[in-house]
């Protein structure tokens, strides 16, 4: 899942150089990044990018799910579905090694904070945040 781990990351920091999320409350970043727009639009693309990952990944959204919600949703059976939940976790996962983002998370996000938050989310080590998952 390595692999999916990066995509995501550079999914994300691209959005974030974009200026995705600015003047936003920071506590809304999140969705702003990862639940706005689709990761993975198309089947094939869904099945490529999951490939031999994906019942680690389904594995991933059930767990997720279960924690959060009492109960998996995600309709596992589409790839589509299924790539663009990992998205919106994992997403979740790299904002979390954001200290930044942490500290000013009841606030409105000023273009400072932002551009803060895009460093640090630029340089997150992926390994370590796959490692701790």
């Not at 692999?3 to 974009?18: A, F, G, K, P």
């Not at 976790?89 to 904002?95: A, D, H, K, S």
């Not at 930044?100 to 803060?116: F, G, I, K, R």
Request: negative net charge; contains cysteine.
């Amino acid at each position: 899942m390595k692999n999916q781990y990066n995509s995501v990351h550079d999914y994300v920091t691209t959005r974030l150089e974009e200026g995705y999320g600015k003047e936003t409350n920071a506590s809304d970043l999140h969705h702003h990044l990862c639940n706005e727009d689709y990761f993975i639009i198309g089947t094939y693309k869904a099945k490529e990018f999951l490939g031999s990952s994906a019942f680690d990944i389904i594995q991933k959204i059930k767990e997720y799910e279960q924690d959060n919600f009492g109960e998996c949703t995600t309709d596992l059976s589409d790839p589509e579905k299924v790539a663009n939940m990992f998205a919106y976790i994992v997403g979740e996962e790299i904002l979390r090694e954001s200290d930044h983002l942490n500290e000013c998370w009841n606030n409105y996000l000023t273009d400072e904070d932002h551009a803060q938050i895009t460093l640090e989310i630029a340089s997150v080590n992926i390994a370590k945040v796959y490692n701790s998952n």
